[in-house]
Structure formats: structure tokens, C-alpha cells
């Protein structure tokens, strides 16, 4: 592709700009510095910030340059966008701690040899500057009333907004003003929850310099019915393997909904637009070859191709009659018709032996102690249907090891 603003285009990753042509024509013309901020407020990036981490790799593969900005400075207040109630007061240690993982993480994705992308850490200016400096420097541009139209204050006002968060616009706004000084950074990229914080931050270029900076924001990695992917029952899906394995985020991935598949593989894969949309148009239990496509190449840009491997060798063992592990599971016939107008999870849990009564069933399966296909079951309301099928089995797990498979006969 001529440009890659068309190939983000194309993928599904764009959901506003402040200019399309203009941005467009920008990234066509030549090298462009552009910033996408991360605030350290966990020590690992999740599944959500890797839009972010494949727009970056997308766009250093076509010559521009990306500053990976880690929010030691901003963590400290606190971002209000998206959020409900006022985030989690971490400490400076804390922060600092987080901050130099991130950028670790960051480095495996990123190539920041000289000159082709550039860390930074906004505590190296936020920390040490002098408050009133700051008001007379950066306040004196922002007004009150239209900050209070933004959205990310908005949903805030019923429970209350702290001065504290207030501040959290004027403060990403400026660091998008330092890096245009210090780097000619004129674009920044972020999830479509930043929008009021980018457009701040231009606005502040253009009051300050008379220039025009540029911001574009990405579609959130959600499900088709709009609830954000990566959150589990059992947690955040994270990309440090350490609290998210390689195993349990190629299941996590297998394991989505089949109208998710085409959107995941476009925005988290490499694959062509062709394969993704032949993948994503799959249709009944053809469905998860798209599926297994996407958890292996997602798990294979996190981990590596070794472990994205391991990682399918062990999901297909274990639905595998020849498997190692699934030689030694207990398996049972049933009859590919009770599946078909759907089978009660409850009722199959107790004729498998996997629990004693209904209510007992009911019970695991609200205490998080009931697995299908490795993902923590949470409805105990819930149908079993042909979809819930790999290659002709299902496999049931209570607790930690007691395992059982389901095949149609």
C-alpha cells in the first residue's frame, strides 16, 4: 500500500482524526515523528495496548518515527478518561517500577536503535516544574467551561471529578507541546478515549506556536457487542508471560466469539486483508481455523514463534484423541442432536459425574471453579451448542486437574 494511513484505514484502527486529508497527505509525504503515551499504572502492558503496539510497528515498518512516551509524570495524577470513579493512588516507587518494565516490553516490538524511535519518561519535565509557571505557561489557554464539555470529564461530574484529575488534560497537552519542541513531533496517536486529551494538546501547539500538530485516535479492541476484550473472570489478559502464560492467551484468543474473529485478525495479525477477511467469513465450525490462525500469530508476535507453537501443540493435544494429555482423559459420546438446540451446562456437568446435583453444578460454576475449553465459565444459565466444539470436542475441567472431554457421535 502507497500509504500506510490507508493500510490503518483498512485494518480498522482509525476512529477519529483532526484531519484525514491533511494527516493522510502528511504520512505520504515523508518521515513523521508521532507519540503514543502508556501510563505506567500496571507493571505490563495487556492485551487492550497492543492496538497501540501494532499502529507504532505498523507505521516505523513505513519509515516514520514513533516516541513511545511512558507516563511517569501523568501516572502520578491519574488519567479520569473511561473511568467511573478516581483510579488507584500508586506510589512513586510504584510507578517508576512499572514505568521501566513497560518500556522493556516496549523495546521487543519497537526498534529504538538511533534515530528510528525514541523512549521517554514525561516525570523528566512534569516532576520538576514549578507549579505557578505551569498555570501562567499552559492554564492561561484552557478554558474552564469547554474542559467540562469533554468527555472524559462529563461522565465524571455525577460522582465527582478531583482537582487532581482536572489537571490530567493540561498535563498530557503539554507533553504533546514539549515533544513538538524538543523532536518536531507533530502527531499523536492514542485510543479513542484520549480524544479530548489530544485535542487539547493541539490546541495547545496551535495557541502557543501558531502551527498545526495533528491527532488520530483507534478503535478500542472491544467484542462485537461493544464490551472491551482482554478481561476475563479470572482476570486481565497481560503480555507478561509471567502473569498471563503463553497458553492461556492462544486459549484466551481460540476461544472468542466467531463474529469477533475478522475484526481480531485484522487488528492484532499481520496476515493480508484478503486472508483476514477469507478467515473471518468462515462459517459454522469452519469458523476456528480463524480462530486458531489468530491465536497462534498474535501469540507468536508476544512470545515468539517457539512459543506460540508450544502453545498450539498443547491446546491440540488436549483435544486430541492421540494426545498425551488427551489419552488419559476421560471421554464420552453423546449425540451431536442434544447439542444442537442446546445442552444445559448444569444438567451435563452432573450426568458427567463432574458434580453431584444441579445445585452443586450451579455452585462450581459460580465460584469460578468450572472451565470450558480453558476459559473460566461464569453463566450457569448457559447452553452448550455445536459452536462450543473443537474439532468435534468440548473439554470440560473443575478445578485445576480434573478434566473431562465430550465428543458427538
Not at 519542541?181 to 485535542?199: P, V
Not at 502557543?208 to 476475563?232: D, N, Q, W
Request: glycine fraction near 10%.
Amino acid at each position: 500500500m502507497d500509504n500506510v494511513f490507508e493500510l490503518l484505514m483498512a485494518r480498522g484502527y482509525i476512529e477519529q482524526t483532526t484531519g484525514e486529508e491533511e494527516i493522510r497527505q502528511q504520512l505520504a509525504q515523508g518521515p513523521v515523528t508521532f507519540y503514543i503515551g502508556f501510563d505506567p499504572t500496571a507493571d505490563s502492558l495487556h492485551l487492550g495496548h497492543f492496538i497501540q503496539v501494532m499502529v507504532m510497528i505498523h507505521l516505523q515498518q513505513a519509515g516514520h518515527r514513533p516516541i513511545a512516551l511512558i507516563g511517569g509524570g501523568t501516572a502520578l495524577v491519574g488519567d479520569p478518561s473511561g473511568k467511573t470513579e478516581m483510579r488507584k493512588m500508586l506510589s512513586a516507587d510504584e510507578i517508576n517500577h512499572n514505568a521501566e518494565l513497560i518500556k522493556q516490553q516496549l523495546a521487543k516490538y519497537i526498534d529504538f536503535t538511533e534515530g528510528k524511535a525514541i523512549a521517554v519518561n514525561n516525570a523528566q519535565w512534569l516532576q520538576g516544574m514549578n507549579y505557578i509557571n505551569f498555570l501562567r505557561e499552559v492554564g492561561v489557554h484552557f478554558s474552564v467551561n469547554r474542559m467540562l464539555t469533554a468527555e472524559c470529564f462529563k461522565s465524571r461530574m455525577e460522582k465527582g471529578l478531583s482537582f487532581l484529575e482536572f489537571n490530567y488534560m493540561l498535563m498530557q497537552s503539554y507533553d504533546f507541546y514539549h515533544l513538538y519542541k524538543k523532536y518536531n513531533c507533530t502527531m499523536e496517536f492514542g485510543g479513542n478515549d484520549q480524544w479530548s486529551n489530544i485535542l487539547g494538546g493541539t490546541d495547545l501547539i496551535r495557541r502557543k506556536e501558531g502551527v498545526t500538530a495533528y491527532g488520530l485516535t483507534f478503535k478500542l479492541l472491544t467484542t462485537s457487542e461493544g464490551k472491551k476484550m482482554g478481561k476475563t473472570e479470572s482476570g486481565t489478559i497481560w503480555i507478561d508471560p509471567a502473569k498471563t502464560p503463553p497458553y492461556d492467551l492462544y486459549q484466551y484468543l481460540r476461544n472468542i466469539d466467531d463474529a469477533d474473529v475478522e475484526n481480531a485478525l485484522a487488528l492484532l495479525t499481520f496476515l493480508p486483508m484478503e486472508q483476514v477477511k477469507s478467515l473471518g467469513s468462515l462459517a459454522g465450525s469452519a469458523i476456528n481455523q480463524g480462530k486458531e490462525e489468530l491465536a497462534f500469530q498474535f501469540t507468536k508476535i508476544v512470545h515468539g514463534a517457539e512459543e506460540a507453537q508450544k502453545a498450539k501443540e498443547a491446546a491440540q493435544a488436549l483435544f486430541s484423541s492421540g494426545g498425551e494429555l488427551g489419552s488419559s482423559t476421560p471421554t464420552t459420546e453423546v449425540e451431536r442432536a442434544k447439542f444442537e438446540q442446546g445442552y444445559y451446562i448444569v444438567r451435563l456437568l452432573k450426568e458427567l459425574g463432574l458434580a453431584s446435583s444441579n445445585g452443586e453444578a450451579r455452585r462450581l460454576i459460580k465460584q469460578g471453579g468450572i472451565y470450558l475449553n480453558e476459559q473460566q465459565l461464569a453463566d450457569s444459565e448457559l447452553d452448550l451448542t455445536l459452536d462450543h466444539f473443537v474439532d468435534q470436542a468440548l473439554i470440560l475441567r473443575k478445578g485445576k486437574k480434573i478434566y473431562h472431554r465430550v465428543v458427538l457421535k
